[in-house]
C-alpha cells in the first residue's frame, strides 16, 4: 500500500489508462467525459502530473505509437504499470472504506 493517497488529478488519470494506453490529450478528455465535465485537466496540471508518475513508476511512456499513418508524430503515449494499477486499486479501496464509513455515520445516505 502507498504511504500517501493519490491527489484528485492522479486518480483521475491513471483510471483514465486503467483500460487502454491514451496519449496526453486522450487522458483530458476521458477524465472530463468520465466526470460529465466536473472535472478538467488543463495541460500544465495533466503534464505535471504525468512527469511525477513517470519518476515514480505508475505509468511508462511507449516506444511505439498506435498507428503512425494515422497519429501526429508529437503525441506522446502512456500505459499504466503494475505499480500504477496497483496504486489505483489501493486508492479506489480506501475510498471505497470512506464512503461505507460516510453512510454508516448517516452523512451519505445509504443505498436501497
Known sequence: MRPFALSRDTFH???ALADRDRHGYSI???VA???G???KLSPSTLYSAIKRLLEEGLIQELEERPDPAH???RRRYYRLTKAGRRAAIDEAKQL?????D???SGL???RV
Open 96 to 100: 471505497e472504506k470512506l464512503l461505507s
Open 71 to 73: 497519429d501526429d508524430e
Open 28 to 30: 483530458m478528455q476521458e
Open 13 to 15: 488519470i491513471l483510471v
Open 108 to 110: 451519505v445516505p445509504k
Open 102 to 104: 460516510a453512510r454508516s
Open 37 to 39: 465535465g466536473q472535472v
Open 33 to 35: 467525459e468520465r466526470t
